[in-house]
């Protein structure tokens, strides 16, 4: 059985950073493509960055140049650091995970909990 599960969200300034950390359990690693969502209140479940073919990535035109998705096949973990950090990246992140690359559209068959992330102005 597939789990995973997220930490490193909080609760930080406009321009703050956070890095969110999902570690994966019950299955190979390496044999998933991975991707960061997030749900705002009120708003649909948007793709925030995805791993896709080759060790590439990509990423939502309103987080370019300030997040960066990674991962470490060593420790079944992916990350999500978030630089300057604005008002409008509160929310609730996920990750996934699955044997198909569905690049950051949320068919995805494994999601995490979530942890929240709450950027003030």
């Known amino acids: 059985q597939v789990q995973l599960v997220e930490s490193g969200g909080g609760s930080v300034q406009t321009g703050g950073s956070l890095r969110l950390s999902c570690v994966v359990s019950g299955a190979t690693y390496s044999t998933y493509y991975m991707a960061w969502f997030r749900q705002a209140p009120g708003k649909e479940r948007e793709g925030v960055a995805a791993m896709v073919r080759f060790g590439g990535t990509t990423y939502a035109d309103s987080v370019k140049g300030r997040f960066t998705i990674s991962q470490d096949n060593a420790k079944d973990t992916l990350y999500l650091q978030m630089n300057s950090l604005k008002p409008e990246d509160t929310a609730m992140y996920y990750c996934?995970?699955?044997?198909?690359?569905?690049?950051?559209?949320?068919?995805?068959?494994?999601w995490g909990q979530g942890t929240q992330v709450t950027v003030s102005s």
């Open positions: 996934a995970a699955d044997r198909v690359n569905w690049v950051l559209w949320d068919r995805y068959a494994y």
